[in-house]
């Protein structure tokens, strides 16, 4: 296990528990106490835990942001029930928009062959793979590249986004809740979101029920301006219906 992995996996451990010991992670990930006093230590850098004797509580996660690689390997098995219930919002033709993250990577994955779509990403690695099939038509989004995550931002994105118009945007998101919406932790990909969002007719957010409850440094949207948010059956039933008060359908898979 990568140390990235190790503490994306103690950052779940603290969310669930409000703490962390020591001894408990060494024995649980099968390292030596000096390595989770490391783990637990860089991710007290990084604002998301705090140090206290014999280990570690939760403190404010708004900065972590873990990479592409290490969250499409969690939840592996609720993000493709995500997917394959998101198929239902897919149009037979017209324009659709997948933003970057590890859900809508794989909603890429599973997109059928019937279709007559354009497929505008602002990431990478849903562009290159789709790029390869005859029967689609895919824009990828210009501007920067930010490496932790393979999505485009900043002024050039926003400007292209400014000009298109999307029959449906599929949106990933770092964390949501009933008081803030939609987060995430860098602000120049919440303000592309916040593109995608404006550019189509019809926003499905795709996310597992880990994280609801998280909020983020940046805001990207109220969960009002969602039609639908597509999540698993770990959703507890009182969210669910706090979600819909607000206006979204909700969907668990």
Do not use: C
């Amino acid at each position: 296990m990568y140390a990235e992995e190790r503490r994306t996996a103690i950052l779940g451990l603290a969310r669930s528990t409000g703490r962390v010991d020591v001894g408990e992670l060494a024995e649980t990930l099968d390292v030596t106490p000096e390595t989770v006093r490391r783990d637990l230590t860089a991710l007290q850098r990084q604002g998301v835990l705090q140090r206290v004797h014999g280990g570690a509580i939760l403190a404010d996660d708004s900065g972590f942001e873990p990479a592409l690689s290490v969250r499409e390997s969690v939840h592996t098995q609720e993000k493709a029930r995500i997917a394959e219930a998101a198929l239902a919002w897919l149009p037979v033709e017209g324009a659709i928009a997948l933003d970057g993250g590890s859900t809508t990577h794989r909603f890429a994955e599973i997109l059928p062959f019937d279709r007559s779509l354009t497929v505008v990403t602002n990431n990478l690695a849903i562009a290159l793979p789709l790029a390869e099939r005859t029967d689609l038509t895919v824009h990828i989004v210009g501007g920067r590249l930010r490496g932790r995550t393979l999505t485009t931002v900043d002024e050039v994105a926003l400007e292209y986004l400014r000009t298109v118009h999307l029959d449906v945007v599929f949106l990933g998101t770092n964390g949501f809740s009933i008081e803030r919406g939609m987060t995430t932790p860098d602000s120049s990909e919440a303000a592309v979101k916040r593109a995608f969002i404006a550019a189509a007719r019809r926003r499905v957010l795709l996310t597992d029920h880990t994280k609801f409850g998280l909020n983020h440094f940046a805001h990207v949207g109220d969960l009002a301006e969602v039609d639908v948010v597509v999540t698993d059956s770990g959703l507890p039933d009182a969210a669910v219906a706090a979600i819909e008060a607000l206006g979204p359908e909700v969907v668990r898979a």
